[in-house]
């Protein structure tokens, strides 16, 4: 169940970022220049990211643990993943603030704003936060994430009069990150420099564990069909009572390129996995309709979901810049579904 923070832990957070606007961090750090924030475990460090270093947007996006700077470096990576940048957006789970204009505001953002009697005049003055979550929209932060969040930034504060005061230099083209860590012996805080955890997006090719359904896709006929098939975000906030936040799903798809037409489509619900739908959809097709003769992709991550199931059935994989029966059934608005 959804708990909304209170007027005055709101106050808190918005007290926290002001703070830190002051000191303009963007004016000395890139987005690609990680800032770690380590209290306990390795693998629960927080990973910090500047934003507006280019004078576009100013911001802070927060990733918590290992998992969630896997999700950062989604983003950073996007390029070569041949991802969108609305898929690597929707992608992310994420802890953001940003200093942006008026209209970016929601009204609850803008009535939070009012009742804590700040006044923002100005492009790019506005502060608001946005919590990210793959397969929902992004929304206003829920009371925990709040909390938080000004756990963070009070760090974060610390971290940034730390490395002003050393006068540290960190070299984070090397893929180095400043870490400011906590002594488990001492419990007094310091700043290092440390190499990144990991440097690319990690993933996984999807793997088949029933024999079973190994047997049957080798033993499916094949066929001279040509499929497109692709999982992307819907885009749009999709509200439910049972759901806490508005949902985001992915829509997956496939479509036969003799024909154009969509042979399969399924909207997923939040916390279902994008990749494994997709992947069932392209099992379910063979076992139906036989192995095609190739399947087509246009994503590293789309392919690594359906590269066994290609590999056992004797399937073609191939990447291609655009797959135009998905493309055209997207732009119609899901052709009516």
């Known amino acids: 169940m959804r708990e909304e923070a209170s007027i005055a832990q709101w106050g808190q957070l918005?007290?926290?970022?002001?703070?830190?606007?002051e000191k303009k961090p963007w004016e000395r750090f890139w987005?690609?220049?990680i800032i770690g924030i380590q209290e306990g475990g390795e693998e629960d460090t927080v990973f910090i990211s500047i934003l507006g270093r280019g004078g576009s947007c100013y911001g802070i996006a927060v990733y918590e643990g290992y998992e969630r700077f896997n999700d950062y470096l989604l983003?950073?990576?996007?390029?070569?993943?041949?991802?969108?940048?609305?898929?690597?957006?929707?992608?992310?789970n994420n802890l953001t603030c940003y200093w942006g204009d008026r209209g970016e505001l929601t009204g609850k953002q803008r009535e939070i704003i009012r009742e804590l009697g700040y006044k923002y005049r100005g492009k790019n003055q506005w502060l608001y936060f946005v919590s990210y979550m793959a397969g929902y929209f992004?929304?206003?932060l829920d009371q925990d994430e709040v909390l938080r969040m000004t756990k963070h930034l009070g760090r974060l504060l610390e971290a940034l009069e730390w490395y002003e005061n050393c006068q540290m230099s960190v070299r984070f083209q090397d893929a180095n990150m400043f870490?400011?860590?906590?002594?488990?012996?001492?419990?007094?805080?310091?700043?290092?420099?440390?190499?990144?955890?990991?440097?690319?997006?990690?993933?996984?090719e999807l793997v088949i564990d029933s024999e079973e359904l190994k047997e049957e896709l080798r033993n499916a006929p094949r066929t001279s069909a040509v499929l497109e098939m692709n999982m992307d975000y819907l885009g749009a906030a999709v509200t439910d009572k049972k759901y806490e936040r508005p949902g985001n799903p992915w829509v997956c798809?496939?479509?036969?390129?003799?024909s154009g037409l969509i042979v399969d489509m399924a909207l997923t619900e939040p916390g279902e996995d994008g990749g494994v739908r997709l992947a069932q959809m392209a099992a379910s097709y063979i076992l139906s309709h036989g192995a095609p003769k190739e399947i087509y992709v246009n994503n590293v991550l789309a392919g690594a979901v359906l590269a066994e199931i290609c590999r056992i059935s004797g399937v073609s994989l191939m990447m291609a810049e655009e797959l135009p029966v998905i493309r055209e059934f997207m732009a119609a608005g899901l052709g009516g579904f």
């Open 179 to 204: 870490l400011y860590r906590r002594d488990e012996k001492t419990g007094q805080w310091e700043g290092v420099e440390e190499p990144l955890p990991f440097t690319s997006h990690q993933y996984e």
């Open 75 to 92: 983003l950073a990576t996007a390029d070569t993943l041949k991802l969108s940048s609305e898929y690597a957006m929707f992608s992310q």
């Open 253 to 258: 798809a496939a479509g036969d390129g003799d």
């Open 138 to 140: 992004p929304c206003s």
């Open 14 to 21: 918005y007290e926290a970022a002001t703070k830190l606007k």
């Open 31 to 33: 987005d690609m220049d």
